[in-house]
């Protein structure tokens, strides 16, 4: 593969300029007198209202100081993690029937479509980071369902580094800048994943051929916790979300990315942006694995534990339908970068499960969006349902749109004036749970190494080769007590894979 293939759509410059946004917006303008916010005409754009020349500028140059305030107000506070992403807009189709497991419209026959956006992104780089550099990445969907918005906000991986949400920001502060130094921390990700027995998996997969993708449509998308389906009858399914990538499976190694890096660090942007621009549209197949509620005691793990997989041996993959993104954003601040997806927003027929990381991502992912965007962030254009509306929240920033409730003097609920109602035919079959309230210790009896292994396994030599030099090129100035730890539990899953870290940790001192 050539290594800058990817990218000759830039280069091509006997392709006509594409309009911009604006442009296509003006196509129904009959007036195209620029106007201030407040749409009075312009008459000077080019010239500051100075007193006298050479003088001081006038206050009273209200146009200058719109222009500079606004400019101040450019930046939203970029998100904590996943600040950098790459989205577009798609359908969803349906291709086969799950009507048995789940009662969600979205599914409703098989050959119905409905619109998506989806919004990939690296986790640990800030909003000005390189896009080919070696990270897990986010893959969010939203689902623009009659019955509401679905998202399902996962990740290219099946697992995560942690299974409990206490240590959430523990973990992501080992993966950004030192308080001192405002460097990256290699000490503080090995200190923490060696202290974490639980992050094995998901560190062995961050460091293997797929930690680094090409593109986003080079890489599969998972929703990675346990969710449940319920069907028209309320019988409960577990459910895992799966969406493979039909492009097929494309990585650089950490040479080839260094290399892309150096010529552009929007690598992402341009191979999926490019794509789609060109008409080569990115699909996915969305599968699922289903077990009834019932039967998930025959797991002998922890099914809602999000540092492990379902086997495909316990769990076969049943298609559901094909994700196609075919329309690039007319506007990446306000479709992309003002995306909110959620884990919280569910819709009738598809619920949530016991997975502590997903109990906890369903308040703060919201939360981040009330910091992020403001109250009503939901009434947005791009995150607004495509269905009606129907809610009794009041004000606060962004309240915009009347009226929700169909009567100014229905603003509260239960009211006499025709309010609208709750309706319990889309209630969630109740869940029995048992045990005392505790903070139960998740590590114990838990094994972190056989799944690991089991990843390990399907390695070929010279994936596993890349997994041993990977590793120890990112264990530079760790201290040894960490790097002892960190090979004990790789000991743990296989002794080769020990031993190949530690002879790459010998070569890479070896060539220092
Ligand atoms: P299977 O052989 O039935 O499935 C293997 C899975 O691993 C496939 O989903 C495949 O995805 C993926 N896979 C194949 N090669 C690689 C690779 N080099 N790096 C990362 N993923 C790869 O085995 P099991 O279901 O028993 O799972 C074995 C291990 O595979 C797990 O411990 C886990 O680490 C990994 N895995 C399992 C998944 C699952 O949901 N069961 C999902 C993803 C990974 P694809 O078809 O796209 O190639």
Not at 241 to 250: A, D, E, I, S, V
Not at 276 to 290: L, N, S, T
Request: proline fraction near 7%.
């Amino acid at each position: 593969m050539e290594l800058f293939q990817i990218i000759d759509w830039t280069d091509d410059l006997s392709t006509p300029i594409v309009p911009s946004s604006d442009t296509r917006e003006d196509e129904t303008m009959t007036d195209t007198r620029m106007t201030t916010t407040a749409g009075a005409p312009v008459a000077d754009n080019q010239n500051s209202l100075t007193m006298g020349h050479p003088g001081p500028i006038a206050l009273q140059d209200w146009q200058l100081i719109e222009k500079l305030a606004h400019q101040n107000r450019e930046r939203i506070p970029e998100r904590v993690v996943h600040a950098k992403g790459w989205g577009a807009f798609g359908t969803f189709t349906v291709t086969n029937d799950v009507t048995a497991y789940t009662r969600a419209a979205i599914f409703g026959a098989v050959g119905k479509t409905t619109d998506v956006l989806m919004r990939m992104s690296t986790v640990a780089g800030e909003m000005g980071a390189a896009d080919a550099e070696r990270d897990v990445r986010g893959f969010a969907i939203k689902f623009y369902t009659e019955e509401g918005n679905w998202d399902l906000v996962g990740n290219n991986t099946p697992v995560f580094f942690i299974r409990d949400p206490l240590k959430f920001p523990d973990f992501i502060h080992t993966q950004k800048r030192h308080p001192r130094t405002n460097l990256r921390s290699p000490t503080a990700m090995w200190d923490f994943w060696s202290l974490s027995p639980e992050s094995l998996h998901q560190v062995t997969i961050l460091f293997s051929d797929r930690g680094l993708p090409v593109a986003p449509q080079y890489m599969n998308g998972y929703g990675s916790h346990t969710y449940s389906f319920w069907n028209a009858a309320g019988e409960r399914f577990w459910v895992k979300f799966h969406f493979k990538t039909m492009q097929g499976h494309r990585h650089w190694t950490n040479d080839e990315a260094a290399q892309v890096v150096a010529r552009s660090r929007e690598s992402f942007q341009e191979e999926f942006h490019g794509a789609i621009e060109k008409g080569d549209f990115p699909r996915w197949k969305m599968q699922v694995q289903i077990v009834p509620e019932a039967e998930i005691a025959r797991f002998d793990f922890d099914p809602f534990d999000l540092t492990k997989v379902w086997p495909h041996a316990l769990a076969p993959l049943i298609d559901v339908g094909v994700i196609e993104l075919n329309r690039n954003p007319e506007n990446y601040f306000a479709e992309i970068e003002q995306a909110a997806f959620s884990p919280s927003n569910m819709v009738p027929g598809i619920g949530a499960s016991p997975d502590r990381m997903l109990q906890a991502r369903i308040f703060s992912y919201a939360d981040a969006h009330r910091y992020r965007l403001g109250t009503h962030y939901e009434a947005l254009p791009v995150n607004a349902p495509k269905c009606p509306v129907h809610h009794y929240h009041k004000d606060g920033a962004m309240r915009f749109f009347g009226s929700t409730t169909g009567n100014a003097d229905a603003y509260y609920e239960p009211n006499s004036f025709g309010g609208p109602k709750q309706d319990p035919s889309v209630a969630e079959p109740p869940l029995a749970v048992t045990g005392p309230m505790s903070r139960h210790d998740h590590r114990a009896g838990n094994d972190d190494y056989v799944q690991p292994r089991a990843l390990f396994d399907l390695f070929d030599a010279g994936e596993k080769a890349r997994l041993y030099a990977n590793i120890a090129a990112a264990m530079g100035g760790v201290p040894r007590e960490i790097v002892e730890r960190q090979l004990a539990h790789f000991e743990k899953v296989h002794p080769d894979y020990a031993a190949g870290v530690r002879a790459a940790l010998v070569a890479t001192i070896a060539a220092e």
